[in-house]
C-alpha cells in the first residue's frame, strides 16, 4: 500500500495562487504516474491533470490548461500543482492519485481548495 498525503489546500481570493503538494510514502515504486482530481459540491470527481514518471507528459482538463501547473520529484516521492488566477468555480477538494504500471491505483485524503470571489 501507497499512503499519500496532500498539503498546501486554502482559502484564496479570486486570482491569488495556491502550490498544492502531495507526498507518497510506503511501498513506493518507480514508473508510476501521479495526478490530480478534485470534487466540488453537487458535483462529481473530475479530472484536473496528470504527469507520467518521467515528467515529460503532462495532460490537463480543459479548464485549467494554461491556469495550473502539474510538476513532480522523484527524488521526494512527490507531485505538486501550482495553481495560478484561481477562479470561484476552482473550489473543491483535490485529491492526489498515483497509478502504477500494475494498474493500481492510490488515492489521497484530500485538502481544501476555496476561492472566494
Known amino acids: 500500500q501507497v499512503q499519500l498525503v496532500e498539503s498546501g489546500g486554502g482559502l484564496v481570493q479570486a486570482g491569488g495562487s495556491l502550490r498544492l503538494s502531495c507526498a507518497a510514502s510506503?511501498?513506493?515504486?518507480?514508473?508510476?504516474?501521479m495526478g490530480w482530481f478534485r470534487q466540488a459540491p453537487g458535483k462529481v470527481r473530475e479530472f484536473v491533470a496528470t504527469?507520467?514518471?518521467?515528467?515529460?507528459?503532462?495532460y490537463y482538463a480543459d479548464s485549467v490548461k494554461g491556469r495550473f501547473t502539474i510538476s513532480r520529484d522523484n527524488t521526494k516521492n512527490t507531485v505538486y500543482l501550482q495553481m495560478n488566477n484561481l477562479k470561484p468555480e476552482d473550489a473543491a477538494v483535490y485529491t492526489c492519485?498515483?497509478?502504477?504500471?500494475?494498474?493500481?491505483?492510490?488515492w489521497g485524503q484530500g485538502t481544501q481548495v476555496t476561492v472566494s470571489s
Open positions: 492519485n498515483v497509478h502504477t504500471i500494475r494498474d493500481e491505483d492510490y
Open positions: 510506503g511501498r513506493t515504486f518507480s514508473n508510476y504516474a
Open positions: 504527469i507520467s514518471w518521467s515528467g515529460d507528459i503532462t
